[in-house]
């Protein structure tokens, strides 16, 4: 039963755009101040958890933070930056191809790695199409990233087609996690006119102006995470530009 995938589905059928918050299991953080989090972005409107990191994420630490999260009834989805990240705890995974890596390793032998346990762990997959347009940030570095130029948004086009044709049902463009810079508006823009793909967006946003700008130029996900650690009330009010752009 493909529980998640038709959750979000069907809010985007519907017309709404979606946010998902990001948590990072590698970051200090304790239960009651993790609770209180959770509880604040779901009121605000969030409509699910991703949870996951670049570094550092140990399958025990993923579990208690997935734990936590999931008593606010909102999905937990696995974003992973590599095995490590997955648990049971969660309800479904971004199974994801880095589209643009140079690392044989990402395109898809850590997916042939970690099929056997989302299998094993009941998780849903979700199946993405992950692109990384920045060089300068940590996921860019880990993944051996080609750098997307920011003045052709063909090239994303292109990714995005091919993960279409190949069954993916997700396309996740990002910035990069504390990225300087959005993900460029042309970019969701043309994912969203020439394919019937899912877009999600991520890094980069720190005010309400930004969320709007991306999520009326074609994204129907829009992803924080470190605005949500460094000024919760800002990341609330992210939220709500989302849900009413």
């Given at each position: ?15 709404e ?107 849903e ?34 990714y ?17 996690s ?49 605005i ?18």
């Amino acid at each position: 039963m493909r529980r998640v995938h038709e959750y979000i589905s069907g809010k985007i059928a519907r017309g709404e755009k979606l946010h998902f918050t990001l948590v990072d299991p590698d970051k200090p953080f304790t239960r009651e101040g993790l609770e209180k989090t959770a509880r604040l972005m779901a009121e605000a409107g969030t409509d699910a958890f991703l949870i996951g990191g670049s570094i550092g994420v140990t399958p025990e630490e993923a579990g208690e933070v997935a734990g936590v999260l999931k008593e606010t009834g909102l999905p937990v989805i696995v974003f992973p930056g590599n095995i490590n990240c997955l648990t049971p705890r969660a309800d479904a995974v971004l199974f994801m191809v880095l589209m643009n890596s140079n690392e044989p390793y990402y395109l898809m032998m850590a997916q042939v790695v970690a099929a056997p346990l989302v299998k094993k762990y009941g998780l849903e997959p979700l199946p993405t199409g992950y692109i990384v347009v920045y060089p300068d940030t940590a996921v860019s570095h880990m993944g051996r990233v080609q750098p997307i130029p920011v003045g052709k948004p063909e090239v994303v086009l292109a990714y995005a087609l091919a993960g279409e044709m190949m069954g993916f049902k997700y396309i996740y463009l990002e910035a990069g996690s504390g990225s300087q810079q959005t993900v460029p508006l042309s970019f969701p823009a043309m994912v969203k006119k020439y394919t019937s793909l899912i877009t999600i967006v991520g890094g980069g946003i720190r005010s309400p102006e930004q969320a709007r700008e991306m999520v009326r130029s074609g994204a129907d996900v829009l992803v924080t995470g470190t605005i949500v650690e460094r000024d919760p009330e800002l990341a609330v009010k992210i939220v709500k530009a989302v849900k009413s752009p």
